[in-house]
């Protein structure tokens, strides 16, 4: 079982330009999570997912769009890239009951 | 104040010495994660807990709901256990209140 990966690992974005974050799981896990981690911060949630075609907003949606249209992946998109979304993007899922959160390997991303 | 607070902030340590890194809450929880992020690297969850203790080999954690406050121990400490150590609390929506993180360093 691979658990969570993120595709891509590093991306160099200049302002303006938009792209999409993978997160796949093969655990069959509901929830799906979206964080970002900023320097000297903890992680912070952008959105989340109950289960499949779902979404809601976490702490800091603002500048990024989700979608769930298979259980399986969870799409982060950053449709006009700033600055200040430069950070270190984690996805994490969590089983129904109140299990242990898994989390994929982190997205690196600049945006120049 | 936030709603949890880890601490030290910053611990380091001689290999093969006992560690502790501690967490209190202010909130309702329903649970209590301990996760273990590596310099530059991803993060595991190392335990969820809403009572009593859990150990996975050299590490146990505790949790006190009265005290609202729990505890994560390292025995026989190594240099690999060096890492960024951070609690987290699962709000009755299931979402992480997030502690600051311990960094612990093991020095050989």
């Known amino acids: 079982n691979a658990g969570v990966t993120q595709t891509p690992k590093f991306r160099v974005l200049k302002t303006g330009q938009s792209m999409t974050l993978l997160c796949a799981q093969d655990m069959n896990h509901e929830y799906m999570y979206w964080y970002r981690q900023d320097p000297g911060m903890g992680l912070r949630l952008i959105h989340y997912s109950v289960g499949e075609g779902t979404t809601a907003k976490g702490e800091v949606p603002d500048g990024y769009n989700v979608s769930r249209l298979k259980k399986q992946n969870f799409l982060l998109g950053l449709e006009s890239a700033a600055p200040s979304q430069t950070s270190v993007y984690f996805c994490?899922?969590?089983?129904?009951?109140?299990?242990?959160?898994?989390f994929g390997p982190g997205t690196r991303l600049t945006v120049l | 104040k936030n709603e949890v607070e880890q601490s030290p902030q910053n611990l380091t340590a001689q290999e093969g010495e006992f560690i502790t890194i501690n967490c209190s809450y202010s909130?309702?929880?329903?649970?209590l994660h301990w996760l273990q992020q590596h310099p530059g690297g991803g993060i595991v969850s190392l335990f969820m807990?809403?009572?009593?203790?859990k150990k996975h080999g050299r590490l146990i954690a505790t949790i006190n709901i009265q005290e609202k406050h729990s505890s994560l121990h390292i025995t026989a400490s190594h240099p690999r256990d060096s890492a960024v150590y951070i609690c987290?609390?699962?709000?009755?929506?299931?979402?992480?209140?997030w502690g600051a993180g311990t960094k612990l360093i093991i020095k050989p």
């Open positions: 807990l809403s009572s009593g203790k």
């Open positions: 994490a899922t969590r089983d129904s009951g109140r299990g242990l959160r898994v």
């Open positions: 987290a609390a699962v709000d009755s929506n299931y979402q992480l209140i």
């Open positions: 909130v309702g929880i329903s649970a």
